[in-house]
């Protein structure tokens, strides 16, 4: 899936959806080939074509269990593991069940032989993938270490050879040094920056792998690195940007930022200005989060495109104080921290109504933030505007598909 990723026109999520019905259609085939052939009264029989039937039927039944996103979402690592034991013992019975066949099904073969040959060759792909990635030269794999920040983790990869990232990308890790069961365990996280030798995640903790990394803060542990996959979404032919984030939603679009500053210095980039919104739950979250970055971008930007406004909504240093109004930073006032919520229609509005020609706006936030954007675009009543929902790994969903708004006669 992460190969497809990123080497088709289909984003992740249109591909999930395409996995999910053609896991649907072999189920319903299956299932009507189960009833028509126990409607001719052929009983089960205890070994050879029954019992192979049997066991691919129960391997379809056995996802059907396992499919339901709530039971998806909780038991991530055990219910990706169960998924391809069990498609590897329906692949198995399918094969035993089409051999055993008193006249067998050659063409039947042929067709469930060459899928068996894609799987083991993409199989064998992905692990040579991972020591390309992770190894140098002798045994030990890439160092990763892990720093706690506020509400946060930042894991710095320092990997064997220079990579090549593109925004929107993301990253499979295994961890060595957690034990067993953390080896056995591969997650994906979003590439937030990236040095010729180093790569960073921004993470924020929610349970089970992601909560346990917490136990090894200002540890230096070995990791297995697959990727990068994911595609990228080309900003630069947009004269202007308009970005929404919040919490670490920021690691999906600093990236982003990144290229079209690089594009922006080679003359490569339409893009006139840059307008980040960034809404955050504790003041001092982003000096820890991003601080570096920014002022990477900041120093990058020599024609003073970028402006951010970073909205705090409580938790202040000072809690007495309560501050409220603004605060400017940085050369030409490009960074504002405001401490109130922010108001994403109204600034939304503003935002497009000053803006011309081709504007995206980027969004990569919560639910309740994402929908008032995406309501908002929707009845902006303006040509040329392009909406792009980005995801952030790990993240409840993945990065959604690029929405075109229709334009308005």
């Given at each position: 899936m992460s190969l497809l990723t990123s080497y088709s026109l289909l984003s992740y999520?249109?591909?999930?959806?395409?996995h999910r019905w053609l896991g649907w259609i072999a189920i319903s085939n299956g299932a009507i080939h189960s009833i028509?052939?126990?409607?001719f009264g052929r009983p089960l029989e205890h070994k050879g074509v029954g019992v192979s039937g049997l066991v691919a039927s129960l391997a379809l039944l056995a996802m059907i269990i396992l499919s339901p996103l709530?039971?998806?979402?909780?038991?991530?690592e055990t219910t990706v593991n169960a998924h391809v034991a069990l498609s590897i013992s329906l692949l198995g019975s399918l094969w035993y069940h089409l051999y055993a066949l008193p006249s067998p099904s050659w063409l039947g073969l042929i067709y469930l032989n060459t899928a068996i040959g894609i799987l083991?060759?993409?199989?064998?792909?992905?692990?040579?993938?991972?020591l390309y990635r992770s190894y140098r030269t002798g045994w030990h794999p890439g160092v990763l270490s892990i720093r706690q920040l506020t509400d946060a983790i930042?894991?710095?990869i320092e990997v064997p050879r220079p990579w090549t990232f593109r925004a929107g990308q993301h990253i499979y890790l295994r961890v060595i040094g957690m034990g067993i069961r953390a080896l056995w365990q591969s997650h994906p996280f979003t590439v937030a920056w990236w040095d010729q030798n180093r790569v960073t995640l921004l993470i924020r903790p929610r349970g089970g792998f992601t909560r346990r990394l917490l136990l090894y803060s200002g540890c230096r542990l070995h990791g297995l690195v697959e990727g990068p996959f994911g595609t990228e979404h080309d900003l630069r032919p947009y004269g202007a940007i308009i970005m929404f984030a919040s919490g670490v939603g920021i690691a999906a679009q600093v990236p982003y930022i990144r290229r079209v500053l690089e594009g922006h210095d080679t003359s490569q980039a339409c893009t006139q200005s840059i307008a980040l919104y960034w809404q955050l739950d504790s003041e001092g979250a982003h000096q820890e989060w991003v601080k570096e970055w920014m002022d990477e971008l900041l120093r990058r930007d020599m024609h003073y495109i970028l402006s951010i406004f970073v909205f705090v909504s409580g938790n202040y240093n000072d809690p007495l104080a309560c501050p409220r109004g603004a605060e400017c930073f940085g050369e030409h006032h490009r960074v504002n921290r405001?401490?109130?919520d922010l108001d994403v229609t109204t600034t939304l509005c503003g935002e497009l109504s000053n803006r011309r020609g081709k504007t995206a706006v980027v969004v990569c936030a919560g639910p309740a933030m994402a929908?008032?954007?995406?309501?908002?675009?929707r009845n902006a009543l303006r040509r040329n505007v392009t909406l792009l929902e980005l995801g952030v790994w790990p993240g409840p969903s993945g990065g959604g598909p690029m929405i075109a708004v229709p334009p308005v006669s």
């Open positions: 999520h249109g591909q999930q959806v395409a028509v052939a126990l409607s709530r039971l998806y979402a909780r038991t991530y083991v060759i993409g199989c064998l792909l992905s692990c040579v993938h991972v930042q894991i710095t405001i401490f109130g929908d008032v954007v995406r309501h908002t675009v």
